[in-house]
């Protein structure tokens, strides 16, 4: 791999231990001023340092993050649909690799969604994507979207979608966790992480999440919801470092979260 690639992919998977957390907070592109993202610089300025890499869209990004942030930048590329339209799947690129490029990111993320009517376009700007980024030494991040269809988050389903972003030149793919999730991580042959998913009930059920993840061969995570939608945001996404960079058992991050949380009702700085 060439060296700028490698150097940005490992600004993103610390090359310490192979492992990642990322913040995603790119929902407002389909989903709107989403529970607790209404004012994205509010949300993200308290967890940016805590965060190995932001993924978010380049009208966030220049509103809302401090260019002085040396937190890697992931760049949503792809939209250009809503929740309420009549499907999420006819997404289209969005940013230009030059705007990518003059935003000085880490990475770009697009979008795929196999097996809709979309597939073969959302997978050939994959590879015009690929293409772009091998020039410029820029890594591409494929997403295995599943739109508003979540019961499709099963491994036969993700193990297909992850390998075919791997298979046309993804230097990393983000997927759904699952049962059975060791087939997916094993029929992939570049790092995966995993998105959180819509917020679970408790921290206990993400930070369970995110460990099996990670036991059944994650590189980490790439979290929105169950970190920023948390009544205490901070020690949660500790709590998930915890998790992903310090192997530690939920039970053992959930009682930093706890502590942490302890500590923030008390006016304390974490
Ligand atoms: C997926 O492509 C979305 O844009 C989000 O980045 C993703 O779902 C991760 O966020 P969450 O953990 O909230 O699912």
Redesign the pocket.
């Known amino acids: 791999m060439d060296w700028g690639m490698q150097n940005r992919l490992n600004r993103i998977i610390k090359p310490a231990d192979g492992r990642t957390v990322m913040l ?4 407002g ?2 989903l709107g001023p989403t529970r607790k993202l209404e004012d994205p610089g509010a949300t993200i300025r308290p967890l940016l340092s805590q965060a190995d890499a932001l ?1 978010l869209t380049r009208g966030v990004l220049r509103t809302s993050v401090d260019p002085a942030a040396d937190t890697p930048i992931v760049l ?1 590329v792809s939209g250009g649909t809503s929740v309420v339209g009549p499907t999420l799947a006819d997404e289209c690129l969005t940013v230009s690799f030059e705007d990518a490029i003059r935003l000085n990111v880490a990475a770009v ?1 697009l ?1 795929i969604f196999v097996g809709t009517e979309y597939e073969q376009q959302t997978l050939r700007r994959l590879t015009e994507l690929v293409d772009e980024g091998e020039t410029y030494g820029i890594p591409v991040l494929a ?1 295995t ?1 599943v739109g508003k269809e979540l019961e499709k988050r099963d491994a036969r389903y993700l193990s297909l979608c992850c390998r075919i972003a791997a298979e046309l030149g993804a230097h990393f793919v ?1 997927t759904y966790y699952c049962d059975d999730f060791e087939k997916v991580t094993a029929g992939c042959p570049v790092p995966v992480v995993i ?5 679970l009930e408790t921290e206990m059920d993400a930070l369970q999440l995110a460990h099996d993840a990670i036991a059944q061969g994650a590189a980490g ?7 920023w ?1 948390s009544d205490y945001p901070v020690p949660m996404i500790r709590a998930v470092r915890e998790v992903v960079h310090n192997n530690a058992l939920p039970a053992e991050a959930h009682e930093l979260f706890l502590e942490l949380k302890t500590a923030v009702d008390n006016g304390k700085d974490i």
């Open positions: 995603a907070v790119d929902h592109y389909f993924m949503r993320a979008s997403v979207a983000k998105a959180g998913g819509p917020k995570v790439d979290m929105g919801r169950n970190i939608q």
